[in-house]
């Protein structure tokens, strides 16, 4: 079970994050939720079973802000996948 928003644009920044603590389709929507709000943030998609985060961003994010909302969902930034 993944959640996701949005389609990405040719245009766009992928980076993928490393989070610990994802188990189940409430911790993704969590975890997206919270760094969908990012400024600039137009897709997340989070996947509890490899813990791993894809944000597609208009312009490189601040590592800073993406550990902020993970943290503020109740989870840990491990950092880049």
């Known amino acids: 079970m993944t959640a996701e928003t949005e389609t990405p644009a040719a245009t766009d920044f992928t980076t993928v994050y490393k989070v610990s603590g994802m188990s ?3 911790c993704e929507g969590a975890v997206s ?3 969908s709000e ?3 943030v ?3 998609k989070a996947v509890a079973a490899t813990g791993e985060v894809t944000v597609v961003s208009a312009a490189p994010l ?3 802000a993406v550990r902020a909302a993970v ?3 109740g989870y840990e930034l491990v950092g880049l996948a």
């Open 42 to 44: 137009s897709s997340v």
């Open 24 to 26: 189940c389709g409430h």
């Open 33 to 35: 939720g919270e760094i």
């Open 38 to 40: 990012i400024e600039g």
């Open 62 to 64: 601040d590592e800073e």
């Open 71 to 73: 943290d503020e969902a």
